[in-house]
């Protein structure tokens, strides 16, 4: 078991290796998340906000239609509707009927909205800095190879589940 750990949680038992792992996935999440949290400070964004106008900004000038919005994001928002409303009213997005299908939104990032990202992608930057001052570039590798072994056979079951 890692020092770090022990010293976090001040025990030394598990039941497993498989739940110690999940307890660091778990704590690895919530610091990461912390150190982003902390470059969207004075913006009013959240995570899942960010995320989506990452996601416009790549698409820019074009845009993409709520469900695409939803299947690129990171965090599966339960209310993609609302959170795109909140970027509307501030000014960050806007919505336009299709060309090709009337019924359906097409939601694109403003100027506003991309020099906020412009803002935000630098704070995020520091936060990528520190994570390669902690790991080398062989163990992110390895990290991220771990980590898509979990998501990706959780996601490969929930598409076989849905056959």
Known sequence: MG??????????????????????????????????????????????????????????????????????????????????DRLVKRGLVERARSGEDARQAITTITPKGRALVGKVNSRVGAVHKHMGEILTEKEARELSRLCEKLYGFAEAQDEDAGE
Do not use: C, W
Request: no cysteine.
């Open 3 to 84: 020092i770090a750990l022990q010293k976090r949680l001040l025990t030394t038992r598990f039941e497993s290796p498989i739940h110690e792992v999940l307890i660091n996935v778990m704590l690895a999440n919530t610091f990461v998340r912390m150190r982003l949290d902390e470059a969207f400070d004075e913006t009013e964004l959240t995570f899942p906000q960010y995320n989506l106008l990452r996601i416009l900004n790549g698409a820019y000038p074009a845009g993409y239609a709520r469900g695409e919005i939803s299947r690129r994001m990171i965090d599966r928002a339960p209310d993609m509707t609302r959170m795109i």
